[in-house]
């Protein structure tokens, strides 16, 4: 596609929930990173994948969170039992080649209530 | 996890005026990025400087890379309506790919 396209654009849950987010890269990048943005805050890195694999996963929170990206293409941010603190914009960008400039999606807005 | 310092937090300026905001780190950092983000949209990449002392142009930004390469500075000259935003600035160390820190975000806004 023309950029990144994150899918759901807003999404509210229930505390214990389980939830996922998409994320379509620019199509051809290889690179793909997921970054949270809490309210007033910089986005803080949660993972980068090189392909299929997942190259840094340091930013994970906790055992959780959990991303795939099986084709090496889309991925997937999984939110096991979510916690009210776990609300924010998660972000995905994606570069053709690690350390060029990455494109950021819309973010989805997630909240857990 | 760490967030660059950014200053100042947030400006009220009149169109026209030129702008100066500057971000720092307690280590060091082999790349600096200004970003800037709009309401409801991801962070849209600015400049991108690769070198202690560099000082690089895009339009009416412009920014430097610190010597000591804990920090940078964006200027902005001529603001206008559209510059309405928060800036961020983030850095990105060698050998970690592309995982970058992020600032807190200079929150700008241009009155008429």
């Known amino acids: 596609g023309a950029g990144v396209s994150q899918t759901p654009s807003n999404k509210v849950t229930e505390k214990g929930k389980y939830v996922e987010l998409r994320c379509d890269p620019i199509s051809g990048h290889t690179a793909l990173y997921w970054y949270r943005q809490s309210l007033g805050q910089g986005p803080e890195f949660l993972i980068y994948f090189q392909g299929t694999g997942a190259a840094d996963d340091s930013g994970l929170p906790n055992d959780r969170f959990f991303a795939v990206r099986p084709e090496g293409s889309v991925s997937t941010l999984k939110i096991q039992r979510t916690e009210r603190g776990d609300s924010a914009v998660y972000l995905c960008a994606s570069s053709s080649v690690p350390n060029t400039e990455a494109f950021f999606g819309q973010g989805t807005r997630l909240t857990v209530v | 996890g760490q967030q660059l310092n950014q200053s100042p937090q947030s400006m009220f300026i009149q169109e026209g005026e030129d702008v100066s905001m500057n971000c720092t780190s307690s280590?060091?950092?082999?790349?600096w990025l200004w970003y800037k983000q709009d309401p409801g949209e991801g962070p849209v990449l600015l400049i991108a400087l690769y070198k202690a002392g560099e000082l690089t142009s895009n339009g009416r930004l412009t920014a430097q890379f610190g010597i000591t390469r804990k920090d940078s500075f964006l200027n902005i000259s001529a603001s206008i309506p559209s510059d309405v935003g928060i800036y961020f600035c983030a850095g990105q160390r060698s050998g970690t790919a592309s995982k970058l820190t992020f600032g807190t975000g200079t929150r700008l806004q241009v009155t008429l």
């Open positions: 280590s060091i950092f082999n790349t």
